[in-house]
């Protein structure tokens, strides 16, 4: 049975097929350049539908490869594959996750953060960044490391604190790719290995949009004596139904086969703004998820939208719950908890090639990058 498209599913679709005829050829030659949110031309703007999984990673890099010769499409296959490697590197470390929720915020320098979050520091790309992120949900991957750089050594904040603010303004935010970016600039992630934001650099992206005074183009990496054990994968829990009633999270709304969904006695769906975060999202990040349950639930229609009282209700009759598996992140501690509370098993679903691609993320990007062939090839 295959999955008729409709509302954000279809425009995702249409996006995709877009980007790979007009903007794929050009996109390593022009992607680092931030034209403003009136020019996005020479970037995909997918992130917020792969995100969630209504554009599957693994099928964005396959119809990709299958439109334009490899060298051609090379760096936006890596960006793809760069959220599948974080979200494995992740797994494999899932005390990172912990240590940044973990973080007390009452620490952060109330009056800088402030000017930070309300665009008036004075530092005229921040401050727009600041106004455009909340207006539009969305910034420029360069953007967000200027943005970033300047957070943590310019103006001397948290990248814990940045890394809340993304994650409560983003459409496209992800518990992995987030933190880890923010970890990355920051000189922890790569322990040494930072990224300073620099006048000139901003200036010749930017098409000479902002001239930022007074950054710190000379500050060192942030230094962080925690190091975290290589944990292995629990990857004994196949995709293969076990118990009757499946659990479906926003940021894993794949449908690649609706028969695989009416194998269950009850299919439900998760309000996003019922999950307890690490952070509060904007309103509109949250209207913008349940726009794609709703659409999940037109394309599958047995799925009933729940809140978390009724997965409580739901997990109390229940001696053990199928799940797909939404990673780590807020939506899987809030199933934790959940199955801590009642005592109610979890078969986590996790999907097969998500399984396959973790294993090489033990390590670097570089080294993981070797591997995308086997991916592909595991695809196929």
């Not at 020479?42 to 990673?57: G, M, T």
């Not at 033990?362 to 080294?367: A, D, H, R």
């Amino acid at each position: 049975m295959s999955v008729l498209l409709s509302g954000p599913f279809a425009a995702a679709d249409k996006a995709l097929q877009a980007f790979l005829e007009q903007g794929a050829a050009g996109y390593e030659a022009h992607r680092n350049f931030d034209y403003g949110p009136d020019d996005r031309s020479n970037v995909s703007q997918l992130s917020k539908f792969i995100s969630h999984r209504v554009l599957f990673e693994y099928d964005v890099a396959k119809r990709a490869l299958a439109r334009h010769q490899p060298d051609v499409i090379d760096k936006f296959i890596q960006e793809v594959f760069w959220r599948i490697y974080w979200k494995g590197w992740l797994e494999h470390r899932p005390a990172v996750w912990a240590d940044y929720i973990a973080f007390d915020h009452d620490t952060i320098p109330t009056l800088c953060y402030q000017q930070a979050v309300t665009g008036k520091t004075g530092i005229d790309c921040f401050d727009y960044w600041s106004a455009e992120l909340q207006n539009t949900n969305y910034l420029h991957n360069h953007a967000r490391m200027w943005f970033a750089s300047i957070w943590i050594f310019t103006l001397g904040l948290p990248w814990q604190a940045g890394a809340r603010f993304f994650m409560q303004h983003l459409y496209d935010g992800d518990a992995a790719s987030n933190t880890l970016g923010w970890r990355w600039v920051a000189g922890i992630q790569t322990a040494g290995k930072h990224y300073l934001a620099r006048a000139s650099n901003i200036a010749q992206f930017t098409n000479g949009r902002f001239a930022p005074q007074n950054l710190n183009e000379t500050a060192l990496p942030i230094a962080s004596a925690k190091s975290y054990d290589i944990m292995p994968l629990d990857d004994h829990t196949n995709y293969q139904k076990k118990y009757n009633n499946l659990i479906v999270l926003e940021n894993d709304l794949y449908l690649k086969n609706k028969k695989v969904y009416a194998a269950y006695d009850a299919v439900y769906v998760l309000r996003p703004d019922s999950v307890v975060r690490s952070v509060d999202i904007a309103g509109e990040v949250t209207d913008f998820k349940m726009g794609l349950i709703l659409a999940f639930c037109e394309i599958c229609p047995d799925a009933q939208i729940i809140d978390a009282a009724e997965l409580q209700q739901i997990a109390a009759s229940q001696t053990g719950l199928d799940i797909v598996y939404p990673s780590i992140g807020d939506n899987l501690d809030h199933l934790y908890r959940v199955r801590d509370n009642l005592g109610v098993a979890l078969h986590l679903l996790k999907r097969p090639e998500d399984v396959f691609s973790w294993h090489y993320a033990k390590k670097g990007f570089f080294n993981f990058k070797k591997h995308i062939p086997d991916i592909l090839s595991f695809l196929r």
